[in-house]
């Protein structure tokens, strides 16, 4: 099957959540056989590697600089920055130039903001698979609730406002043949928002099994509890600082010699500042399995932020205890509390932490139900299955 893939940014390095998600399932089509043309605007020079390393899994790569232009600011008046930024003329020129000479059977979308690019083009009757990798607008009216300066409330409630006009429009626009998302909730939401129900579909993102040991770590010198994400993205900034400052405090009372790593990079300079001799911000790591490997518990203490965490079943993965808020498993299967337990005040998630702390307690169940949803083989077969009941030509 060949496969006309559109997604947000170059999505190696794999170095955060989102590029995690849209890489595996590509590498899991590719491994499967399928072809796939990749198109994507970047940013910097720093994605020059990644750029080069996607062509040994795709059939072509076709990267845009993504520019601070006139035209895109003047664009910026109509749609989103994120939107207009995107919406790239060579880009839609070259899009065009392979379904004309390519027998592409799909095009498969990561995220609202690119269907601005098959705006105006002859898809010639291809199917379009749309993939809501959160609610987007959604993300942002929670990002304005949680500012406290007043611009930046401003800026994103106001953006968040022309987000959900965009994507009613473009979305009806395009008619995808099938929307994807990665949370029950956020399919259950968009149905009601934008109706189609017999063309949503549930693919969750994984996580990759490892079945190394029992996944409880025995510290000599202390108890570790880890947290790890992209260190500059607000509800990252946010769950840390709310851990660092009301929870963390509360645990150490209880255990005087428990540690907090922080892991993720481009940590912003408040997170900086919550070093101390108990907090220690690591930064970006080459692999974060040593981190995993010695923690005793990995918390998720997110209060805003849509989609489902890889966080989490990268946690659950490594058989790691874990305590979440009830954001951080929202949309999965863990989210009524029976096998990961959940708090969402401070009080009762220190309280949580203390007790898997000392209970050593495992993770059995969450793991088993990891292993039947949430590996990416697991992903891959749903999402194989869903491009040949609409490919063209599969």
């Not at 990995?298 to 979440?324: D, F, H, M, N, Q």
């Not at 969402?344 to 990891?370: H, P, T």
Request: hydrophobic share 35%.
């Amino acid at each position: 099957m060949r496969i006309l893939w559109m997604t947000l940014e170059c999505i190696l390095p794999a170095n955060t959540g989102g590029r995690i998600g849209v890489f595996k399932r590509l590498e899991q089509m590719t491994n499967r056989g399928h072809e796939v043309y990749l198109f994507f605007p970047y940013d910097s020079d720093i994605d020059e590697q990644g750029i080069q390393l996607l062509k040994k899994y795709c059939k072509q790569v076709h990267p845009y600089r993504r520019k601070k232009t006139i035209p895109v600011l003047f664009n910026s008046l109509r749609y989103p920055y994120t939107v207009a930024s995107r919406n790239i003329p060579n880009m839609k020129r070259d899009i065009q130039k392979c379904l004309d000479e390519e027998k592409i059977d799909i095009i498969n979308v990561d995220f609202p903001h690119m269907l601005i690019d098959l705006v105006g083009l002859d898809l010639k009757g291809t199917p379009v698979i749309l993939n809501e990798h959160n609610v987007e607008w959604k993300f942002y009216c929670q990002i304005s609730e949680s500012a406290t300066n007043k611009i930046k409330k401003f800026a994103y409630r106001f953006d968040a406002g022309r987000l959900k006009k965009y994507e009613e429009h473009i979305v009806k626009c395009i008619n995808p043949s099938f929307v994807t998302f990665v949370s029950t909730d956020d399919k259950e939401y968009y149905s009601k928002w934008m109706g189609f129900k017999d063309k949503l579909e549930l693919i969750p993102v994984g996580a990759d099994s490892r079945k190394k040991d029992d996944g409880i770590n025995k510290n000599q010198d202390g108890k570790i509890i880890l947290f790890v994400g992209k260190m500059s993205a607000e509800p990252n900034i946010d769950a840390v600082t709310w851990f660092s400052k009301e929870v963390f405090p509360n645990i150490k009372k209880e255990m005087l010699d428990v540690k907090f790593y922080i892991v993720g990079r481009d940590p912003s300079d408040a997170i900086k500042k919550l070093a101390s001799d108990s907090i220690t911000v690591i930064g970006g790591v080459e692999s974060v399995e040593e981190y995993y490997t010695h923690a005793d518990l990995v918390v998720l203490p997110l209060r805003y932020g849509g989609g489902v965490k890889i966080k989490l079943l990268e946690a659950i993965s490594y058989k790691k205890p874990i305590v979440s808020t009830s954001i951080g498993v929202e949309g999965t299967l863990y989210k009524d509390g029976k096998t990961i337990p959940v708090a969402d005040d401070e009080i009762k998630f220190s309280n949580l932490c203390v007790e898997m702390l000392n209970s050593g307690r495992g993770i059995d169940d969450a793991y088993c139900i990891f292993e039947r949803n949430y590996t990416w083989s697991s992903v891959g077969d749903k999402y194989e299955n869903l491009f040949k009941k609409v490919g063209t030509n599969g």
